[in-house]
C-alpha cells in the first residue's frame, strides 16, 4: 500500500483530522498533507515520528516502501 494510502486510512479510521493527526505524528500540518497527496517525499525522521506515533501500526519500514530481507545464514 503506497504511504499517501496508509496515512490517511489510518487518519480516517481514528477519526482524526489532518491537523490532529499532524499534532500526533508531530509533524506539520502542510507537510502531513503533502505526504498524504504524493508531493513530499517520507523522510526517515517523519516515518520514525509516524511509526512512534502509531505504537508500530505504520512502520517506518512500510511507509519508506522498503522492504524486509532475511539476511543469509553464515
Known amino acids: ?6 496515512l490517511r486510512a489510518y487518519r ?8 490532529t493527526a499532524a499534532k500526533k505524528f ?3 500540518l502542510s507537510y502531513l498533507s503533502e505526504l498524504e497527496t504524493d508531493v513530499a517525499p517520507m523522510t526517515l525522521a517523519a516515518a520514525k515520528k509516524i511509526e512512534a506515533a502509531t505504537k508500530g501500526k ?3 519500514i512500510a511507509l519508506l516502501g522498503l522492504k524486509v530481507r532475511a539476511c543469509p545464514s553464515p
Do not use: H
Not at 500500500?1 to 496508509?6: L, N, S, T, V
Not at 480516517?12 to 491537523?19: C, G, R, S
Open 26 to 28: 508531530g509533524l506539520s
Open 12 to 19: 480516517k479510521a481514528n477519526d482524526w483530522t489532518l491537523e
Open 58 to 60: 505504520l512502520t517506518a
Open 1 to 6: 500500500m503506497r504511504k499517501k494510502r496508509m
